[in-house]
């Protein structure tokens, strides 16, 4: 069931991810995120459950007077041969003013839903 371009097409929603983040652009993540989405974050592993709590937890980022930018960069991009699904690892860090703030690594699982790849769970570790 894998199909081919699969990681490329996931590594390109992980850049488009990420120029929405550094752009404050809530309407470019939206469709990124599944409706039933996951995110643990990094240092207290607190729970943003659905895509309405990642989006509001972002508006909240992006309103902050002095921000900090989150940037995954990933690894590897595993795609399941049986599901329509894969799995991304790679490393975060988040930046203010350019410096690096924290980082760490990362998993996230994405699934494919009508010819698009979207994410369904995301987990941080702050290292």
């Known amino acids: 069931m894998s199909q081919p371009g699969a990681d490329l097409a996931i590594r390109m929603?992980?850049?488009?991810?990420?120029?929405a983040l550094a752009a404050g652009d809530?309407?470019?993540?939206?469709?990124?995120l599944a409706p039933d989405c996951v995110l643990v974050t990094g240092t207290d592993s607190a729970v943003l459950s659905g895509r309405k709590a990642q989006l509001a937890a972002w508006k909240a980022e992006f309103a902050?007077?002095?921000?900090?930018?989150?940037?995954?960069?990933?690894?590897?991009v595993t795609v399941s041969a049986v599901e329509p699904i894969a799995l991304e690892t790679g490393r975060w860090?988040?930046?203010?003013?350019?410096?690096?703030?924290?980082?760490g690594n990362y998993s996230?699982?994405?699934?494919?839903?009508?010819?698009?790849?979207?994410l369904e769970a995301e987990i941080f570790v702050t290292l």
């Open 108 to 118: 996230a699982k994405w699934r494919e839903v009508g010819g698009s790849w979207v």
């Open 13 to 19: 929603a992980r850049a488009a991810f990420n120029t």
């Open 26 to 32: 809530l309407a470019a993540i939206r469709p990124l």
């Open 64 to 76: 902050a007077r002095v921000r900090t930018t989150y940037v995954r960069t990933p690894e590897t």
């Open 93 to 103: 860090e988040g930046l203010r003013d350019g410096a690096r703030e924290a980082g």
